[in-house]
């Protein structure tokens, strides 16, 4: 059974940079695709992006310039961070596991991160 | 990117009803689409991929149709449980983009 588990602070002032693990168990971290999605309060979703092959990675363009997730294979973990945040970052963070062309199948519970000073 | 369209934003049922929830992509992907249920509060859940591949442990009565950039997520006997909001998404290209979610309320 594939579980993720999302950790982080759950409230970060603006400007600075937002960062959050996934802990997964019940699949290696070296096989799949490892994907970062948040959903905005009372919003839809939107994919932040993914890593695979143990450190390549694929960002939304929207957030390209501030996105990094990062892989800890020793640990079975993966990394979001987040850059230079404003209040429109404001959103419950989920880490999900998926295939190269597949769909979102394990999602951890998500995390709610607020952005406020 | 590719656009998600859903139809409708909200629909209100009756337990038992038939329901369709349509979606629109702006390109042809395929069958590179997935449906999702999400209740509040909880993580989104896979119902089906691939167009109309049920995921494990996912009712019967769920189904999907579709290719090209025309897609139908049907309920067949709406139960009290599927009350939820519903997404499609594509997984043809990146950026992954989803459909903005159809709401469906009890009647």
């Known amino acids: 059974q594939v579980q993720l588990q999302e950790s982080g602070p759950g409230l970060v002032k603006p400007s600075e940079t937002l960062s959050l693990t996934c802990t997964v168990s019940?699949?290696?971290?070296?096989?799949?695709?490892w994907s970062w999605v948040r959903q905005p309060p009372g919003k839809g979703l939107e994919w932040i992006g993914y890593?695979?092959?143990?450190?390549?990675?694929n960002y939304n363009p929207s957030l390209k310039s501030r996105v990094t997730i990062s892989v800890d294979t020793s640990n079975n973990q993966f990394s979001l961070k987040l850059s230079s945040v404003t209040a429109a970052d404001t959103a419950v963070y989920y880490c999900?596991?998926?295939?190269?062309?597949?769909?979102?199948?394990?999602w951890g519970q998500g995390t709610l991160v607020t952005v406020s000073s | 990117d590719i656009q998600m369209t859903q139809s409708p934003a909200s629909l209100s049922a009756s337990v038992g009803d038939r329901v369709t929830i349509t979606c629109r992509t702006s390109?042809?992907?395929?069958?590179?689409l997935n449906w999702y249920q999400q209740k509040p509060g909880k993580a989104p859940n896979l119902l089906i991929y691939?167009?109309?591949s049920l995921q494990s442990g996912v009712p019967s009565r769920f189904s999907g149709s579709g290719s090209g950039t025309d897609f139908t997520l049907t309920i067949s006997s709406l139960q009290p449980e599927d009350f939820a909001t519903y997404y499609c998404q594509q997984s043809y290209s990146t950026p992954r983009t989803f459909g903005q979610g159809t709401k469906v309320e009890i009647q």
């Open positions: 691939a167009a109309s």
């Open positions: 999900a596991k998926t295939a190269s062309m597949g769909p979102f199948d394990y």
């Open positions: 390109q042809s992907i395929g069958r590179y």
């Open positions: 019940g699949a290696s971290i070296s096989s799949y695709f």
């Open positions: 890593i695979y092959d143990s450190g390549s990675t």
